[in-house]
């Protein structure tokens, strides 16, 4: 039994690639039957039929894939590479998605997912340009089981095999990125299905009121699958690396940045769509440019262009064809849209002064946000490409254009929910909003005194209160309609009040820690030894001891420090390791956290010419843990968002 049990193991790669193989036919047949239905019954039941087939197998084909990372089968050439006999569970299940191969076929599995979800999900919309949406998504599913099988098979077998495998990146073997690149890819794949809707519509020359209806919840889950991946990135990055920053403006974040801003602007821009049927070739072209920005990302981190702790991949042959899978998808998404959204024309049906028109300015405001962080992360490729040398493009040129550009979008922010639509009234929002402006002036002259007179963390931390102060503003005022007693009523809020108040919330806690953070950030690197302390950021710090421990898979240097504050003396360690299968140091933090900030500690080297004592990096990073929260708040608001529409049947599950 135990033998033919191993047999069968042993077969699963074989397994995988052939179920692989069966759900690119089948993705093919769905994308032939959804885009030649025509309205055809049978035809479109085919097309259901074959898109849940070709999920099925590729849900299959990835649980193939995870199964010989547990078994740690070494004849699995990525196994081999990215995964090793003595690394916990947790870090062998994530190996599966850990390199490039096993993330593209997460990303077909996901996108064939998606696709059956939506063909099993038709509505209210209309059955033809339903049935070209599922045939459409059945394309870019195939695209891109075609190009994993090729290019990037999961699959290939290694011989002669090796007894124990080269281990995942260092790095990489932490609980949050275990997370992050599956939440990634969600959010990533997740912009096809508004873009499967886009061209559908296109393709019958109509978007309508169903049609926004369909794309808003989609739209919606992308999003806040690629907030919440973003945020774990952020997380990860900041506890991990031992630089004790957050966010670096980094080409590969920017590549998840993107498509963050084009779905944001998507979410708001489909909402007019849906209730006025207006903006519908503006959505249309959202739609196509956040998967065209999903498809640059993928080719960022796996075209070898980039170095960067985020890169999978340096095969110019694989990005090359990533390449021509993102002119495809645009060439026919732009062409389309060239051809037919002429003919999507509407009267605006909204004056100047309403909550459509704040929302048109949000979508301004995100679009061209978007284009310059496009233009900043390109630039430097496109000059090198031409001859012109290797040239950086940074923090300094982004904090001086998309920072302003976003500040100026969120001091527009809290209006919007104030203004009532197609005709409101500016006078009557700005003085419900009175409160609210008056805490963000309080604070800003509080800010401009406490930060020796700067200028830019004063707006900065301003901007902050008066997005959290004009978040609570809009509840108190759908509080005051109708009669009874305000707090009773709090309980019969709808969830899309609470949902979009919590995301706006959200972002100004998220931006008064950035601010913070970042302008009132202090760092010091000192030499202790064993006994020695140093004072920093109001706290006394002194080393304790330092001695060696021993892990699942690595040895590590462990440093013990004392913290005395105000509230009393804590505890912290810090450590250096050394994996099993790497001669590369990671470092492991020390973080103290308090509402006011953390305390964060990095342990350096040895030095050599004074034994005993050691290099440490100290750094206090005041309310930094508001980034997180306001990330997380963000999510969640778009996941209350997506209960409230999943409630009026918007998924027509």
Known sequence: MNGAFHGIASMLPEVGAFAMALALGLSLAQAGMGLAA??????????????????????????????????????????????????PLLYKIAGAWGNHEGSMLLWCTVSAIFGAVLASARGTQDKSIWSKAVGVQGLVTA??????????????????APMIGSGLNPLLQDPALAAHPPMLYLGYVGMSVPFSLALAALIEGRA?????????????????????????????AYYELGWGGWWFWDPVENASFMPWLAACGLVHSAIVTERRGSLASWTILLAIMGFGFALLGTFLVRSGVLTSVHAFAVDPQRGIAVLVLLVIALGAGFGLYAWRAPKLARPAGFS???????????????????????????????VDAAGGGLISVGPPFFN???????????????????????????????????PAAVIAGVTFVTALALAQWRVVPAIGLSIGVWLVAGGFVYLWARLERGDGVRIAKIALLPLSVWSM???????????????????????????????????????????????????????ATRAYFRVEQRSGAQPLSAERRIFSTSSMPTSEV???????????????????????????????????????????MMALGGLLSLIALSRRGRFGL
């Open 400 to 434: 001086a254009t998309v920072v302003p550009l976003l500040g100026a979008l969120f001091v527009l922010l809290p209006v919007g929910p104030m203004m009532a639509w197609r005709v409101g009234d500016a006078r009557d929002a700005l003085k419900r909003l009175l």
């Open 143 to 160: 695209g891109a089981l075609i190009y994993t099988l090729v290019l990037s098979n999961p699959f290939a077998r290694l011989d002669p």
């Open 352 to 382: 100047a002064m309403s909550r459509e028109t704040m929302l048109v300015w949000n979508n301004f405001g995100l679009s061209v946000a978007a284009g310059v962080v496009l233009i900043g992360t390109v630039y430097p490729l496109i």
């Open 38 to 87: 025509g309205g055809r019954a049978p035809r479109i039941a085919a097309a259901v039929a074959f898109s849940r087939a070709a999920a099925l197998l590729s849900a299959a084909a990835f649980a193939c894939l995870i199964a010989v990372f547990v078994r740690s089968d070494f004849t699995v050439e990525i196994v081999a590479a990215n995964s090793h006999i003595d690394k």
């Open 590 to 632: 020390g973080i103290l956290s308090g509402f006011d900030g953390d305390i964060y500690v990095a342990l350096g080297d040895q030095l050599r010419d004074q034994p005993g004592k050691w290099a440490v990096r100290l750094y206090y990073n005041p309310l930094v843990l508001f980034i997180f929260a306001g990330a997380l």
């Open 501 to 555: 108040s919590l995301a706006h919330v959200g972002a100004g806690v998220l931006t008064l820690g950035a601010i913070a953070e970042t302008a009132f950030r202090q760092e010091q690197a000192v030499t202790l030894a064993s006994g020695e302390g140093v004072t920093f950021a109001d706290r006394r710090i002194t080393l304790l001891q330092v001695g060696e421990i021993a892990g699942p898979n690595y040895t």
């Open 208 to 236: 309508d009121q169903a049609w926004a209806k369909t794309l808003r919840p989609w739209t919606l889950a992308a999003w806040t699958c690629l907030t919440l991946g973003i945020g774990l990135g952020s997380y990860w």
